[in-house]
């Protein structure tokens, strides 16, 4: 079978050792991240750690029964309550 440049680490004891690590760069971003919450208490500690990806647009999509408040501004939410 002809190869397509894929490595195979099936085999490998460190099944990770021939892959690259993520690097973000300086320029803006074209990610947008969507966050599905249901009652999270932790949705701000989600929202903080997704931030370090950069991403153009953050969206939370809640089926919460009640709307959830102090989400930060740039956020965008999508309530299905």
């Not at 190869?3 to 690097?23: C, R, T």
């Not at 701000?44 to 089926?63: C, E, G, M, Q, T």
Request: glycine share 8%; with cysteine.
């Amino acid at each position: 079978m002809p190869s397509i440049g894929l490595k195979d680490i099936s085999g490998s004891a460190e099944p990770f050792a021939g892959l690259n690590s993520v690097q973000i760069s300086d320029n803006s971003s074209d990610l947008s991240v969507l966050i599905p919450s249901y009652c999270s208490g932790h949705l701000n500690a989600v929202i903080k750690s997704v931030r370090a990806l950069r991403p153009r647009k953050i969206i939370v999509v809640d089926s919460s029964p009640t709307k959830p408040e102090g989400l930060p501004d740039d956020v965008s939410l999508v309530w299905l309550g």
